[in-house]
């Protein structure tokens, strides 16, 4: 059984997007879905949708890529962990990588960007932060 599914998603898209795959596919949660809803509207990912095989769900991410066949996503780390809490005031959320990058909050309204975050003024934990 696994622990951590937000990490594990992040490695699922991170290895599909070094093998070039057009699709990868990820253990379904409420929270790796909100990850995801947030990738998309960054346009980092194309799209993704909820399969059920087996009585367990998944989801499928259609990855992006630009005309030249590079990758949308640089680099996607998990910053809070299990063993290791992350969180950040309200005051404490900056622009991440000069505003080419953002962070993904988890919030009292929410799974957040950094930006939306930072316009609603609240703070949270940090779950990954993607460029």
Do not use: Q
């Not at 594990?8 to 949660?29: E, Q, V």
């Not at 998944?58 to 990758?71: A, M, S, T, W």
Request: net charge positive; charged share 30%.
């Amino acid at each position: 059984m696994l622990n951590d599914l937000i990490s594990d998603g992040l490695t699922r898209i991170r290895n599909a997007y070094m093998r070039k795959l057009d699709t990868a596919k990820l253990l379904h949660s409420n929270v790796v879905e909100a990850v995801l809803t947030i990738l998309v509207e960054e346009k980092y990912v194309e799209n993704y949708n909820i399969v059920e095989e087996d009585k367990k769900k998944f989801i499928n991410v259609v990855l992006r890529y630009d005309e030249n066949g590079k990758p949308a996503i640089n680099e996607i780390k998990r910053v809070s962990k299990p063993g290791r809490r992350v969180y950040k005031g309200r005051d404490d959320i900056k622009r991440f990588k000069n505003g080419y990058g953002i962070s993904i909050i988890s919030t009292s309204k929410g799974v957040l960007s950094n930006k939306k975050a930072h316009s609603s003024g609240v703070g949270g934990e940090v779950l990954c932060t993607v460029w």
